[in-house]
């Protein structure tokens, strides 16, 4: 919140919104878990995310996702929300052992979803999206949700682990 200062009042509404809603600085988390934060603008829409993660076995696990989402008035806040949650799962796939993007010779070897490890049920983990009131014109909801997953759940980690990953998808070695 402190990078924002007084500009960007619209990211502050979403962070705060995820904030709240997630207990974020209120709440103890069990031993081994950790909260990481991320936010991100695109198409005029802002998502803030707020994620609770853990390392089990050397592998990364997202347990809950708590966004706070400014895309002004939602004309239909169960699509932005069905829109969030499949953006977000998007972002969870990237970070996932397989789901690496690979070229040989020039050439991106996975063709399709056949060929690339999409998160799966057991991957998923719970989420809770809140809007924030407005009533503005309507913004773009199809992609913003997708951007700050990954940075949210490697701060979570960098958090248990003590070091930074910089790269996709995670390695714990």
């Not at 707020?50 to 989402?69: F, I, N, W």
Request: charged fraction near 15%.
């Amino acid at each position: 919140m402190q990078l924002f200062g007084d500009q960007h009042i619209r990211h502050r509404h979403a962070l705060q919104l995820a904030v709240d809603k997630s207990g974020y600085g209120k709440t103890q988390l069990s031993e081994g878990r950790a909260w990481g934060v991320a936010v991100h603008e695109s198409f005029s829409s802002v998502v803030a995310y707020v994620v609770e993660a853990s390392v089990a076995d050397g592998q990364p696990k997202l347990h809950r996702v708590t966004a706070g989402v400014h895309c002004n008035l939602a004309i239909n806040p169960l699509t932005v929300e069905a829109q969030v949650q499949g953006a977000a799962i998007m972002g969870l796939s990237m970070c996932l052992a397989g789901s690496a993007i690979t070229l040989k010779d020039g050439v991106v070897e996975q063709s399709n979803f056949s060929d690339y490890t999409v998160a799966r049920i057991t991957d998923v983990p719970e989420f809770d999206i809140h809007i924030v009131p407005s009533a503005e014109p309507p913004t773009g909801m199809g992609e913003p949700g997708l951007p700050p997953l990954a940075p949210a759940f490697a701060n979570a980690i960098a958090r248990l682990t003590g070091k930074p990953l910089r790269q996709l998808p995670f390695n714990l070695a």
